[in-house]
C-alpha cells in the first residue's frame, strides 16, 4: 500500500525555523515529483511547494519563496520541508504529496499524507 | 500564476440531487485540471484529472467536463457519503493553484 508519513510539525516562535519530514512507502519514490501543500485552520488548500522526481529542480509559491526549501533524499525515500523566518500566518497542516508523474510538469496529485500541524505563536 | 475561482462557495443539496461546481481560470488551463474531495480532519482526496477523467475506485455518478478557462464538476444522484467541501486545482502552471473550495452541505 502507498503511503505518506509527515512528521516533525509542532509550535514555533515567528521568526523560528522548523523542519518537516516525509516517508514514503509502497511505491518508488525516485520515480514521482513530490509537493507539500497546507491548509491553515479553517481555509482552503495552498500549494506551497514542488520537487521534481530526482531533485533538480524546485519551485515555490510566492508566499514561502525565499523562506522555505524542498529537498529529497531518494536513498531514504523521504521529502523535507526546511521552513525559516516563520510567520503566523505560516500556521497551518502541511501535507506532503505525490504527483501522477516526475513532476516536470506537475500532474495532479493521487496521494496524500495524514498531514503535520505547524503552529507559529509569540 | 492562474486564479482559479470556484462556485458556488456553498451549495446546499439533498440526497438524490445532482449538482454542478464550476471552476473558472484566469486563462486557459489546456484542461490540466483536478478535483478532489475533502471531509472534515481528513485529508483531499482525487477525483479527477485532466478536467475528465475519472481516478480509479472513484463513483461513476461523479463527472467532469469543460475546457479553456471553464470547468465542471458533476455529481449525479448524490449519496450521504458525497457531503464534503470540493476543490479544483490547475497543474498547466509549474506553480498549482488551488480554488477556494466548494461546500455541499445537505
Known amino acids: 500500500q502507498v503511503h505518506l508519513v509527515e512528521s516533525g510539525g509542532g509550535e514555533a516562535k515567528p521568526g523560528r525555523s522548523l523542519t518537516l519530514s516525509c516517508v514514503a512507502s509502497g511505491f518508488t519514490f525516485s520515480n514521482y515529483g513530490m509537493h507539500w501543500v497546507r491548509q491553515a485552520p479553517g481555509k482552503g488548500l495552498e500549494w506551497v511547494a514542488l520537487i521534481w522526481y530526482d531533485g533538480s529542480k524546485t519551485y515555490y509559491a510566492d508566499s514561502v519563496k525565499g523562506r522555505f526549501t524542498i529537498s529529497r533524499d531518494n536513498s531514504k525515500n523521504t521529502l523535507y520541508l526546511e521552513m525559516g523566518g516563520l510567520r503566523e500566518e505560516d500556521s497551518a497542516k502541511f501535507y506532503c504529496?505525490?504527483?501522477?508523474?516526475?513532476?516536470?510538469?506537475?500532474?495532479?496529485?493521487?496521494?496524500w499524507g495524514l498531514g503535520t500541524t505547524v503552529t507559529v505563536s509569540a | 500564476d492562474i486564479q482559479l475561482t470556484q462556485s458556488p462557495s456553498t451549495l446546499s443539496a439533498s440526497v438524490g440531487d445532482t449538482v454542478t461546481i464550476t471552476c473558472r481560470a484566469s486563462q486557459s488551463t489546456n484542461n490540466y485540471l483536478a478535483w478532489y474531495q475533502q471531509k472534515p480532519g481528513k485529508a483531499p482526496k482525487l477525483l479527477m484529472y485532466?478536467?475528465?477523467i475519472l481516478e480509479a475506485g472513484v463513483p461513476s455518478r461523479f463527472s467532469g467536463s469543460g475546457s479553456g478557462t471553464e470547468c465542471t464538476l458533476t455529481i449525479s444522484g448524490l449519496q450521504p457519503d458525497d457531503f464534503a467541501t470540493y476543490y479544483c486545482?490547475?497543474?498547466?502552471?509549474?506553480?498549482?493553484?488551488f480554488g477556494g473550495g466548494t461546500r455541499v452541505e445537505i
Open positions: 485532466k478536467a475528465s
Open positions: 504529496v505525490k504527483d501522477r508523474g516526475y513532476g516536470d510538469p506537475p500532474d495532479a496529485f493521487d496521494v
Open positions: 486545482q490547475q497543474y498547466k502552471s509549474d506553480f498549482v493553484t
